[in-house]
């Protein structure tokens, strides 16, 4: 469960170009929902996620994770029980590495990274099994170096380095942004199986809404710091591309575009 | 082949403040100038210790701690302080100088006649055939057992962090990993071994000088580039390899230049100018490859 209370987030503060993002900004994601996030730019979706992981602060209010008070917890403590993947796939992956040294790397995380060896040999075929039903070549190309290989790829690296451990959340920062319709649709059901067989609470901001109407089993739309569609299970299922595109146009007009 | 073998000393010496200079400027993409100032820190730790009669294999752990505590401190200026990374540096560089000053007690500390890592009972009792090889393969030994150290730790799970913080920061903190202490440990590492290196070459030379450090970073940073962008395509030869061969190579420029009838005044000027050359040149290959392909 995680929990955002009275969220207040102004950008600027004390100059003329003082916003207001949010005001009195609440958000709850119950255990096991895939929640997508539609909404314009500048609604403050990707700063809603920055705030639940800790990369930029809230002025004021409280996250709360399982329950548990995290406002001031850092970022990299958050990111423990958090897997994050960012719309830039080169964010995701560290380029000069090697595909094997990359999932060494992720799948150490929580552990201690001590002396001991990084790289274990007797993973390569776990390693190329688990990249095998991407379909995408990966695990014949284990000692190729991150950085050789396409958005679409990487952007598939990334996803399984941040869910190769156990965690209990995913944040999906419009991950397939980046990519072409093809190789978005792959890495949107690789999403869908991970989230599916690790038992994962997700959030995903996206711009595409088919895939907002899709996959999950809640969807949100925000606009100025505010939510103004919140549909789960059932009244979900029950929306049309149409009613999300209308109510999209509205905000869009309000707003001058 | 007097010369020969002395380029290559000075060079295997400087070999390791490069295998420094490599973790910080490539891996870390931090440019370290703590590096003047924990050059000849090594120095003076040594030069003192030296002149004490102190054991002189002691010398080398120490110098490492010493220049990995200066090192950890510019780290935590950085991290901790968020202070720019060049001007990190360049406080703690311009500290050491009254640092290094205050260990010695002065600016210039002579260790003639005294016992030394190439100068004890136990290399003087070598066969005299290998008499003038001493110096050089002990040096060898010290720069190669650096080097595969540092390999060693590189493929460490905490050196793999090393490597992943310099390449995309992100990936540390999505390993719920402090990214900042990762800085650290690899600023404290590489002036480690800067320290280590200017405690073997205050040995070599059998002196400390408040000023030997200037210049530093400038040798340190051509022989990695000079290393790294020469060796690029030969994948057997690991990259600290390359940087230690890059070292060598950068000392036999130098010692060209002398003996082509340079004062050794100049010698700043030349290795100015021939970092110049190394960076330029560097480029100029980078450009072509992008062109081929």
């Known amino acids: 469960m995680l929990e955002l209370k009275h969220i207040h987030k102004y950008y600027n503060p004390g100059t003329v170009n003082e916003m207001c993002l949010f005001r009195d900004f609440n958000f709850r994601v119950e255990d096991g929902e895939f929640v997508s996030v539609v909404g ?129 959340f995913l944040i999906l920062d419009e991950h397939t942004a980046a990519l072409d319709p093809k190789t978005a649709e792959i890495n949107m059901q690789l999403t869908e199986q991970i989230v599916r067989q690790k038992k994962l609470t997700s959030i995903m901001v996206t711009h595409n809404l088919r895939y907002a109407l899709e996959y999950g089993n809640r969807i949100i739309m925000m606009h100025q710091g505010k939510i103004i569609l919140d549909k789960k299970g059932k009244e979900k299922e029950d929306l049309h591309v149409d009613e999300v595109l209308g109510l999209f146009n509205e905000i869009s007009i309000e707003c001058g575009n | 082949m007097v010369l020969f073998i002395s380029v290559l000393e000075q060079g295997m010496i400087y070999a390791i403040m490069a295998l420094g200079v490599y973790i910080t400027y490539k891996i870390l993409d931090f440019p370290d100038l703590t590096v003047d100032g924990s050059f000849p820190m090594g120095a003076a730790i040594t030069a003192v210790m030296i002149s004490r009669g102190i054991n002189p294999l002691l010398t080398l752990p120490v110098c490492f701690l010493a220049g990995a505590a200066v090192g950890m401190l510019t780290g935590l200026i950085h991290v901790k302080l968020k202070v720019r990374d060049l001007l990190s540096g360049i406080i703690m560089m311009t500290a050491l100088y009254t640092v290094n000053l205050r260990i010695a007690g002065r600016a210039n500390l002579p260790i003639y006649n005294k016992t030394t890592i190439f100068d004890n009972d136990i290399v003087n009792g070598m066969p005299g055939g290998i008499a003038d090889y001493r ?105 600290t390899s390359s940087v230690v061969i890059g070292s060598v190579l950068y000392k036999g420029c130098v010692a060209l230049a002398i003996s082509l009838g340079f004062e050794s005044t100049d010698l700043k000027m030349i290795t100015a100018a021939l970092f110049l050359a190394i960076l330029v040149l560097g480029m100029e290959r980078k450009r072509r490859v992008k062109v081929d392909a």
């Open chain 1, 40 to 168: 314009s730019n500048g609604s403050g979706k990707t700063s809603m996620l920055n705030i639940i992981c800790g990369s930029i602060a809230a002025d004021s209010g409280q996250i709360l994770m399982n329950g548990r008070d995290i406002t001031n917890l850092s970022e990299y403590r958050r990111l423990s029980k958090i897997g994050r993947v960012f719309q830039n796939p080169s964010m995701g992956t560290c380029p000069s590495m090697t595909i094997m040294e990359n999932l060494s790397l992720a799948e150490n995380k929580g552990k201690s990274y001590n002396l001991g060896r990084c790289v274990n040999k007797k993973r390569r075929e776990t390693y190329q099994d688990m990249l095998r039903p991407l379909n995408l070549g990966l695990e014949d190309k284990l000692d190729v170096k991150v950085g050789a290989l396409s958005g679409g790829q990487r952007q598939a690296m990334a996803l399984l380095m941040s869910t190769m451990t156990p965690i209990e």
């Open chain 2, 135 to 239: 110096a050089i393969l002990i040096i060898f030994a010290i720069t190669l057992v650096s080097k595969y150290l540092l390999d060693w730790y590189l493929g460490t799970k905490s050196g793999m962090l090393l490597r992943a913080v310099g390449d995309n920061d992100r990936i540390i903190t999505s390993l719920s990993v402090d990214k900042g202490l990762v800085k650290i440990v690899g600023l404290a590492i590489a002036n480690g071994l800067v320290a280590l290196s200017g405690c073997i070459f205050a040995q070599q030379q059998r002196y400390f000088d408040v000023s030997m450090g200037t210049g530093t970073v400038v040798i340190g940073l051509a022989s990695v580039i000079i290393g790294t962008s020469l060796f690029k395509k030969i994948t057997v030869l690991r990259v």
